[in-house]
T-cell receptor, first 112, second 117 residues
Framework: AQSVTQPDIHITVSEGASLELRCNYS??????LFWYVQSPGQGLQLLLK??????LVQGIKGFEAEFKRSQSSFNLRKPSVHWSDAAEYFC??????????FGGGTRVLVKP | GAGVSQSPSNKVTEKGKDVELRCDPI?????LYWYRQSLGQGLEFLIY????????KSGLPSDRFSAERTGGSVSTLTIQRTQQEDSAVYLC???????????????FGEGSRLTVL
C-alpha cells in the first residue's frame, strides 16, 4: 500500500532563512505527489504537484519541490521564509484508486 | 458556491448521540472525499465518491460511520452512537475528473469540528 512519511514533526526557522521540508513515499510506480499547506483556522490549500516531466516543480507562494525517484523523496523548499509561512505542511500521494494519502504533517514555526 | 462548504463548523455532542455532517462540493466536481484530522494526527482517509461508481469506504473506522451522496452533489457523513475518540475535525474535499482520471488536486472545505463529551 502507498504511504507517505514526513520525518520532521516540527521545524523552527528564522524569518528570511531557507526552509526545507522532507517527504518520503512508498509506492511501486511513479505516484502523483502533492504538497498542501494548512494555515491556522483555514482549510488545506494546494502548494504544488508533480505528475511527470521536469522533476523540479514550482508552486505558489514561492515554494518549489524536487522529485527524486532514487530516494523516493519529494522535498519542499523555500529560499526565504516569511512570517506568514507559519503553518502545517502536508505531503500527499495519489496512486491506485485515486485516493489521496497524506503524511503526518510538519508544523513550521517562524521566528522574527 | 465558489468553494467547498461544510456545516456545521462546530458541533458539540454527548457520547452516544448520532451526528450528521454536511458537505457541499464545488459545482461540477464529480469526486468527493471525507477525511478526519485528529489532534496531533495527520489526515485520515475515510471515504470517497466518484460519479455513479460504488464509493470507496475502505477508510471508515467502524460500522458506526456511514456516508451518502445524494444526486451526485451534497454528501452527508453520519456517525452513530458517538464516542469520545470520534472527536476530530472532519474535512470534506472535492476534485475534478477528466475522463477516467482525477486531476489530482483536491479542494478542501474548512472542516467540521466535532467534540464528543
Amino acid at each position: 500500500a502507498q504511504s507517505v512519511t514526513q520525518p520532521d514533526i516540527h521545524i523552527t526557522v528564522s524569518e528570511g532563512a531557507s526552509l526545507e521540508l522532507r517527504c518520503n513515499y512508498s509506492y511501486g510506480a511513479t505516484p502523483y505527489l502533492f504538497w498542501y499547506v494548512q494555515s491556522p483556522g483555514q482549510g488545506l490549500q494546494l502548494l504544488l504537484k508533480y505528475f511527470s516531466g521536469d522533476t523540479l516543480v514550482q508552486g505558489i507562494k514561492g515554494f518549489e519541490a524536487e522529485f527524486k525517484r532514487s530516494q523516493s523523496s519529494f522535498n519542499l523548499r523555500k529560499p526565504s521564509v516569511h512570517w506568514s509561512d507559519a503553518a502545517e505542511y502536508f505531503c500527499a500521494v495519489v496512486a491506485a484508486g485515486n485516493k489521496l494519502t497524506f503524511g503526518g504533517g510538519t508544523r513550521v514555526l517562524v521566528k522574527p | 458556491g465558489a468553494g467547498v462548504s461544510q456545516s456545521p463548523s462546530n458541533k458539540v455532542t454527548e457520547k452516544g448521540k448520532d451526528v450528521e455532517l454536511r458537505c457541499d462540493p464545488i459545482s461540477g466536481h464529480t469526486a468527493l472525499y471525507w477525511y478526519r484530522q485528529s489532534l496531533g494526527q495527520g489526515l485520515e482517509f475515510l471515504i470517497y465518491f466518484q460519479g455513479n461508481s460504488a464509493p470507496d469506504k475502505s477508510g471508515l473506522p467502524s460500522d458506526r460511520f456511514s456516508a451518502e451522496r445524494t444526486g451526485g452533489s451534497v454528501s452527508t457523513l453520519t456517525i452513530q452512537r458517538t464516542q469520545q475518540e470520534d472527536s476530530a475535525v472532519y474535512l470534506c474535499a472535492s476534485s475534478l475528473w477528466i475522463g477516467r482520471q482525477s486531476t489530482g488536486e483536491l479542494f478542501f472545505g474548512e472542516g467540521s469540528r466535532l467534540t464528543v463529551l
